[in-house]
């Protein structure tokens, strides 16, 4: 059996409310078209949880329900831009923020973050050059688990108010917080409130990926430009789904506090078995619920090879950095798993590090072992 790191995917149980919400509702025969925009109540509960969670105010013509976060970003992609409009990139960034954009024949401008995830003024001031339209921010960052600071929004508003920036604000992962650090959205800055779009679902705080629902809130006109793309597309998200949204929020607040004490334990397990590994560098995570550690000895060797080599001889699954536009020899490895899983898939990890290390051994040094 392989053991899977490689999906961004919480294996936990979703909310008994939303699982409750979802069957009642087909039982109680909600399952026609919903509004293209999204089911009343669970926009208004979706206002309700961006203001407890990150103190932002939007009214109701401001958020938009949508098939998963996924298709929120689509939408803002597809909606503000014309092909030949350039966008920046914080690298590493998830896989879809530079997939979408070629799509739709829009220019990349690829910026690397420092470690973990914190803006680079000289190199976006650099970038900036470029006369983009819009910079993607997602934190905390898949794949590195870092978070952006107070300094770093600060930054990210000066920038987008001096160059007339849009700025989309991908917050899925916004409650995987660590160390006593606190998520900032964007868009809580006055300067950026009708600059930003945020986008968010239920897939990773709630554990309910297979539901396909997710959000953007943003201002009245380009939420407007979202839903027409949405409208005339996939039409509404699925109607029984957003009932069982309605519910993981209301019980959101127990839910999400019991998810982060399991990942927290997680998290520091994780760590704990990398370090002993000494061809591994990975910093402690800040956010998220990924390690990206880096292999030191690779040479010319890319991710893609060092993850074929550890899927077809280790036994264990997990995504290369090239996917997130790192050309060094990194990883992503999810530990939002069961903890046989987890266990298992750690040993495994170890032991296939191990097996390199002794492979690299002089005959003389395995001589000398064996006397």
């Keep these: ?70 298709f929120a970003n689509y939408a803002f992609f597809s909606s503000l831009f014309r092909k030949g409009d350039g966008v920046v990139l914080l690298k590493p960034y998830w896989t879809s923020f530079a997939a979408v954009p070629e799509m739709l024949g829009l220019k990349k401008y ?55 920036l849009w700025v989309l604000s991908d917050e899925i992962d916004w409650a995987y917080t660590f160390d006593g650090r606190k998520h900032i959205s964007p868009a809580s800055l006055a300067e ?28 009245k006109g380009v939420i407007e430009k979202m839903h027409s793309i949405q409208e005339h597309s996939i039409s509404s998200p699925t109607t029984f789904a957003q009932w069982g949204c309605v519910e993981a929020i209301k019980s959101s607040r127990e839910y999400i506090a019991d ?52 899927l077809r001889h280790g036994g264990v699954s997990v995504i290369p950095g090239s996917m997130f536009g790192d050309t060094r020899a990194t990883f992503r490895l999810c530990y939002a798993v069961s903890d046989d899983l987890l266990d298992e898939g750690m040993k495994r990890l170890v032991k296939y590090f191990n097996s390199k290390t002794g492979a690299k051994k002089s005959k003389k040094e395995k001589m000398n072992e064996a006397m």
């Design 110 to 164: 690829e910026v690397w973050s420092d470690a973990p995830y914190h803006l680079n003024s000289d190199l976006l001031l650099e970038a900036m050059t470029k006369r983009p339209k819009a910079i993607v921010v997602n934190t905390p960052n898949n794949p590195t688990g870092g978070i952006l600071n107070g300094d770093d929004i600060k930054l990210l508003c000066n920038l987008a108010t001096d160059y007339d």
């Design 192 to 219: 950026l409130r009708d600059r930003a779009i945020v986008t968010d679902g239920f897939s990773k705080v709630f554990s309910m990926t297979g539901w396909r629902v997710g959000f953007a809130a943003g201002p």
């Design 1 to 70: 059996m392989i053991i899977r790191f490689d999906l961004a995917e919480p294996q936990f149980s979703p909310p008994k409310a939303a699982i409750e919400g979802t069957i009642a509702a087909l039982r109680d025969g909600r399952f026609r078209y919903s509004p293209s925009r999204g089911l009343p109540e669970l926009i208004d509960a979706i206002r309700t949880y961006l203001r407890e969670t990150r103190g932002l105010q939007y009214g109701e013509r401001e958020v938009l329900v949508t098939t998963g976060g996924k």
């Design 259 to 310: 998810m982060l004490k399991k990942c927290s334990l997680k998290r520091l397990s994780v760590m704990k078995t990398l370090k002993t590994i000494a061809t591994l560098d990975c910093p402690l995570p800040e956010g998220g619920f990924y390690v990206y550690p880096r292999v030191l000895d690779r040479g010319s060797k890319g991710s893609l090879t060092f993850c074929e080599e550890l």
